[in-house]
């Protein structure tokens, strides 16, 4: 069998989009067109290479493996084309890695730091909701995603979660506070900023709480850690956070952290769809030890 790579082309570039409407306005061609092209490479491969779902098509298993070896074809193109254009470094390893839009921003810098000064590599970062980057990943428009909770993959959705790091959850709040006895007295009286009822952080605090009958007062549920930060630091309340959120203030003193809760911790995890090879970038990231990210040395920077 010869590949068509016209065909091949069409079909990455409706990968890319998900929509066939989308894809047909952007190559000027009806979608008729479009679709009976697509159509064509399916018989040639002898596979569907997509999964109708509404108007969206979302990648088969074998449109997944399709679309890995046509990103890789067409990025090539583009390097070849730049090189001769203007005199571009050619062979640059791409790697797109997702956050969830509340996770860390201290976090995300330290686990991504080994990369941060690479000259070989292009890295793009994207935030977003944990449906939509999941929707990315399985379009292979991300090759990770960085989540304080992890997912259960199936057939369809081969997702893979690995913890990287685990870290206990403490009682941060403004220095030279004095305290007697345990957590239990650090809390009762407090008023207290928390995250939101969905995180797993709050999940786990709640049951602390109920455990040893404390109705803490909540001052404010906040979703975004950024926002948890900024608050905790300039209203002078008492937060539950993980210590890596609040790293540069805990650092200069503006902040102190008054001890774990027994229990309470924040799981970080990369998420990855299952394949076979992985980039030399990935293997680097996900081979670091959860210290060198966790307790990464920051300067002035914003959470």
Same mark, same amino acid.
């Given at each position: 069998? @010869?590949?068509?790579?016209?065909?091949?082309?069409?079909?990455? @570039?409706?990968?890319?989009?998900?929509?066939?409407?989308?894809?047909?306005?952007?190559?000027? *061609?009806?979608?008729?067109?479009?679709? =009976?092209? &697509?159509? @064509?490479?399916e018989e040639s491969l002898g596979h569907d290479l997509f999964i109708r779902e509404g108007r969206r098509l979302k990648l088969s298993e074998a449109g997944r493996m399709a679309f890995s070896y046509a990103e890789e074809i067409f990025r090539q193109g583009e390097e070849l084309s730049a090189l001769f254009a203007n005199g571009a470094q050619p062979n640059r390893e791409i790697l797109r890695i997702g956050a969830v839009a509340t996770l860390s921003r201290n976090f995300q810098e330290g686990f991504l730091q080994p990369l941060l000064n690479r000259e070989d590599l292009e890295l793009s970062l994207q935030s977003s909701h944990i449906d939509?980057?999941?929707?990315?990943?399985?379009?292979?428009?991300?090759?990770? *995603?960085?989540?304080?909770?992890?997912?259960?993959?199936?057939?369809?959705?081969?997702?893979?979660?690995?913890? !990287?790091?685990?870290?206990?959850?403490? &009682? *941060?709040?403004?220095?030279?506070?004095?305290?007697?006895?345990?957590?239990? =007295?650090?809390?009762?009286?407090?008023?207290? &900023?928390?995250?939101?009822?969905?995180?797993?952080?709050?999940?786990?605090?709640?049951?602390?709480?109920?455990? %040893?009958?404390?109705?803490?007062? *909540?001052?404010?549920?906040?979703?975004?850690?950024?926002?948890?930060?900024?608050?905790?630091?300039?209203? =002078?309340?008492?937060? !539950?956070?993980?210590?890596?959120?609040?790293?540069?203030?805990? @650092?200069? =003193?503006?902040?102190?952290?008054?001890?774990?809760?027994?229990?309470?911790?924040?799981?970080?995890?990369?998420?990855? !769809?299952?394949?076979?090879?992985?980039?030399?970038?990935?293997?680097?990231?996900?081979?670091?030890?959860?210290?060198?990210?966790?307790?990464?040395?920051?300067?002035? %920077?914003?959470?």
């Open positions: 069998m @010869k590949l068509n790579y016209h065909h091949l082309y069409y079909f990455w @570039k409706v990968a890319r989009t998900g929509h066939l409407t989308k894809a047909a306005e952007s190559l000027h *061609i009806s979608q008729s067109a479009l679709s =009976g092209q &697509i159509r @064509k490479l939509e980057l999941l929707r990315r990943l399985s379009a292979h428009r991300l090759d990770l *995603i960085l989540s304080n909770q992890a997912v259960q993959g199936d057939e369809q959705n081969p997702w893979r979660s690995r913890l !990287i790091a685990k870290q206990p959850v403490s &009682i *941060i709040g403004p220095p030279g506070v004095t305290f007697t006895g345990d957590f239990v =007295g650090m809390l009762r009286g407090q008023s207290l &900023i928390v995250p939101g009822q969905n995180n797993n952080i709050r999940q786990a605090f709640d049951q602390l709480c109920e455990y %040893h009958l404390l109705r803490p007062s *909540i001052a404010a549920e906040v979703d975004d850690m950024a926002m948890m930060r900024l608050l905790t630091r300039d209203t =002078g309340h008492f937060a !539950i956070l993980p210590p890596v959120v609040v790293r540069d203030e805990l @650092k200069s =003193g503006a902040l102190a952290d008054y001890g774990a809760l027994p229990g309470v911790f924040e799981e970080f995890y990369a998420i990855s !769809i299952r394949r076979q090879f992985e980039t030399p970038a990935l293997r680097e990231l996900l081979a670091q030890p959860a210290d060198s990210f966790l307790n990464w040395p920051a300067g002035d %920077h914003s959470d």
